[in-house]
């Protein structure tokens, strides 16, 4: 049975960082794509970034490049999402998902989702 939980959320104020994990379980990192997306309050779900059974094949949002990185530790079977200068534009909920189509929300499995609020 797949399973992804997303931890690592929290408040923070603008300009700081979070790292988001996700456990999953139930299959291998090499036989999957794995994503980060977010739903903001209000709006719809905006995919985040995508990393590639190959681990430097790695895409972001525009409005994420530069200031998130995502990757993987396949011993512990995790997904991260490290988050640097963050906004009030970030908060939202976010969630780890399993093989999306390209840059979209159309994915097959999804975790939980965690709660990021960027507020002073």
């Known amino acids: 049975e797949v399973q992804l939980v997303e931890s690592g959320g929290g408040l923070v104020q603008p300009g700081g960082s979070l790292r988001l994990s996700c456990a999953f379980s139930g299959f291998t990192f090499r036989s999957s794509t794995m994503n980060w997306l977010r739903q903001a309050p209000g709006k719809g779900l905006e995919w985040v970034s995508s990393?590639?059974?190959?681990?430097?094949?790695?895409h972001y949002a525009d409005s994420v490049k530069g200031r998130f990185t995502i990757s993987t530790d396949n011993a512990k079977n995790t997904l991260y999402l490290q988050m640097n200068s963050l906004k009030s534009e970030d908060t939202a909920v976010y969630y780890c998902?399993?093989?999306?189509?390209?840059?979209?929300?159309?994915?097959?499995?999804w975790g939980q989702g965690t709660q990021v609020t960027v507020s002073s």
């Open positions: 990393i590639y059974r190959d681990v430097s094949n790695t």
């Open positions: 998902a399993k093989d999306c189509e390209f840059r979209s929300s159309r994915c097959d499995y």
